[in-house]
């Protein structure tokens, strides 16, 4: 299968990391590997307190692994100073976070052209990107509102144009339904498999198995622990029973 | 990130709370618009005094005459041969003394000084009507007198005292001009004064020679040259008593004066300086403020690859941009209080570019200060606490 020629993007082995809490180690990712390709859609399930936020912190190089690798498309992301980090979210990674994470006093179009300016880009080719960003979303009629004046599906896509804005190769999504109706979270999800078609590579953070199902495929996450993988090309193997996948949800 | 795009997402940030930007700007606007005040009003008397002092010729050395022995004038040949001393400009010698005038039944004791027409130029002492003491005056040893306002006023009232007859020391002497208004100065008033030619004055007086000498300098730094030279030639003439004469530089006196304003100038900025400090912390508690409220922003801001220095200058932009402008419309205010407060007193006041730009660059200086802190803070906050902060 085409998938699995592409290049491997983000390539995590045996991955560690810990916190010192008070006078305790707590470890939260215990040893983790995954590997995500070029234009995979994926999905992490796992319940609140599994360790799927700071997994995907770590993916997003908001946060640093204490153990193990993690090569981001290439490059060997730990140890990388702060500044690295910083260029490296940039060029890289489009976030896609639950509560939208909009800053309230710019409009959509400020909003969506701020990774621009970070990244150092001129005044006209911000402009180009950040319409064709917004454009992709069906917002550029709307792009002079503050988010306070866009309902929270537009504010959803507002902030996906601005992930997209600096056209990284990955999109990282973090519950990106989790503040929104069944409906919009609906249509953000078909907005999301529609870039993915278009060649975007996802990565989405869930504790609802019918968002995950989405998904091309999906990984599990429990107690630190990456347990259980589906995808959709091999079905079969898939060793994970129904029932569990219930508990899951039932339990999140 | 450009330099200009900072600004302008700082001045956007800085307009959108603008009550509270205005409050930390308060600070240091009247900081400065206090120093502004009152340097201005120091300047002002200063400059006062330096004009009085100006008056009497700032540019002139006196010549007091004390004698040695039997030799204790100048003759007039020999006050008047000062003239060789390069950058001399003019000499005026004097002779004076306090003598009862009167008119009719009116009479006054004033000041009486014998001089030369170069008293005019030298002293900058002019007529206001009527002519001066011209040569053929002082050739002729004619009874003409110029007369002071405040004498004029003492003996004849309302009346014009030109073509007037006066008698001094029981001499007929007609009052020629009428001086013009001086006011008063360290060596008393100049307007209570009667002056007559030179070579009257010796006869009335009996006195041979003259015991004092104005001389005027052409510039006011070679003051000192000529004083040097000065004292040569007069120590020559008194062979080596240096106790027979006094040279008084009226530069001197303007010193001592203008270091009395100067203290009082430096105790102003001071306590206006003390003030610009305080604003500064103000500033400093805002940021503080500021930065805590919004570290969810700067989490979003670093998640979207904005690195430290990015976050450090948005930050420090935007204690600048408050402490700037509160320095600007602190030079507005302070500028238009000197106004105010040079009518109400009725004082001069005088503000100086070069105070207007201190103070600016100053309250400039207490909002980086006193921003590096808090941008710091802001900095130095790491992405994945700062965008769980809510």
Same mark, same amino acid.
């Given at each position: 299968m085409s998938e699995r020629e592409s290049a491997v993007l983000i390539d995590i082995r045996e991955l560690s990391k810990s916190y010192v809490m008070g006078r305790e180690v707590v470890t939260v990712l215990k040893q983790v590997s995954l590997q995500v390709r070029q234009g995979d859609f994926m999905a992490i399930v796992g319940p609140s307190g599994s360790g799927k936020s700071t997994l995907m912190n770590v993916i997003g190089c908001l946060d640093s692994p204490s153990e193990g690798s993690y090569r981001l498309d290439g490059t060997e992301? =730990?140890? #990388?100073?702060d500044n690295k980090l910083a260029e490296i979210r940039n060029r890289k990674i489009g976030f896609i976070f639950q509560g939208f994470h #909009?800053?309230? =006093?710019?409009t959509a179009f400020e909003n969506v052209e701020l990774p621009l300016i970070y990244g150092g880009l001129s005044a006209k080719a911000r402009k180009e990107r950040a319409l064709k960003a917004l454009s992709q979303v069906g917002l550029e009629q709307r792009m002079h509102h503050r988010p306070s004046e866009l309902s929270g599906g537009q504010q959803q896509r507002v902030a996906i144009a601005r992930a997209l804005a600096t056209h990284p190769p990955i999109l990282l999504a973090d519950e990106p339904t989790g503040a929104l109706d069944t409906k919009t979270g609906q249509e953000v999800l078909a907005l999301i498999e529609d870039l993915n078609r278009e060649g975007h590579t996802i990565v989405l953070i869930t504790h609802d198995m019918d968002v995950a199902n989405r998904a091309k495929r999906t990984v599990i996450m429990r107690d630190g622990v990456l347990s259980e993988q589906r995808s959709e090309g091999d079905e079969a193997d898939a060793r994970l029973p129904d029932g569990f996948e219930k508990r899951l949800v039932e339990q999140a | 990130m450009k330099l200009t795009q900072g600004f302008r997402m700082a001045l956007k940030s800085v307009l959108s709370n603008k009550l509270r930007t205005a409050l930390s700007m308060l600070g240091i606007l009247i900081g400065v618009a206090t120093v502004i005040a009152l340097v201005a009003m120091g300047e002002g008397s200063s400059r006062q005094v330096e004009e009085q002092v100006a008056t009497l010729g700032t540019n002139m050395l006196s010549v007091t005459i004390t004698g040695r022995g039997t030799e204790t004038t100048l003759s007039k040949e020999e006050a008047m041969e000062f003239a060789d001393i390069p950058n001399v400009a003019g000499i005026s010698p004097v002779v004076s003394s306090s003598s009862s005038v009167k008119y009719e039944k009116t009479s006054a004791t004033v000041t009486v000084e014998g001089i030369t027409p170069e008293y005019e130029a030298v002293n900058d002492f002019s007529v206001q009507s009527g002519r001066y003491i011209a040569s053929i005056d002082e050739r002729n040893t004619q009874k003409v007198a110029l007369i002071g306002v405040t004498t004029a006023n003492d003996l004849f009232g309302t009346d014009d005292p030109v073509g007037k007859i006066i008698l001094i020391n029981g001499l007929r002497f007609t009052v020629v001009g009428l001086l013009e208004a001086k006011g008063s100065s360290l060596t008393g008033s100049n307007d209570e004064k009667i002056l007559i030619p030179l070579s009257t004055a010796q006869r009335i007086f009996q006195? @041979?020679? @003259?015991r004092q000498v104005y001389i005027q300098v052409t &510039?006011? &730094?070679l003051m000192d040259a000529v004083m040097a030279l000065l004292e040569v030639r007069l120590t020559e003439k008194f062979r080596g008593d240096s106790e027979s004469y006094r040279i008084f530089n009226q530069e001197d006196a303007m010193e001592t004066l203008s270091s009395v304003n100067e203290t009082m100038n430096t105790m102003l900025v001071g306590v206006a300086a003390i003030s610009l400090v305080v604003g500064g912390i103000g500033i400093m508690n805002i940021m503080l403020v500021s930065v805590t409220e919004r570290t969810r922003e700067i989490g979003i801001r670093k998640s979207l690859g904005a690195k430290r220095r990015d976050i450090l200058f948005q930050f420090l932009v935007e204690a600048v941009t408050i402490s700037g402008f509160g320095g600007v419309l602190g030079i507005l205010l302070g500028y238009a209080a000197s106004i105010v407060i040079g009518r109400v007193m009725d004082t001069e006041t005088a503000v100086s570019t070069d105070m207007v730009l201190a103070a600016f660059v100053f309250s400039a200086v207490v909002g980086v200060i006193f921003g590096i802190f808090p941008a710091n803070k802001a900095a130095g906050l790491r992405p994945v606490e700062a965008l769980r902060h809510d």
């Open positions: 992301v =730990r140890g #990388l100073s #909009l800053l309230p =006093r710019l | 006195s @041979v020679g @003259v &510039d006011m &730094d």
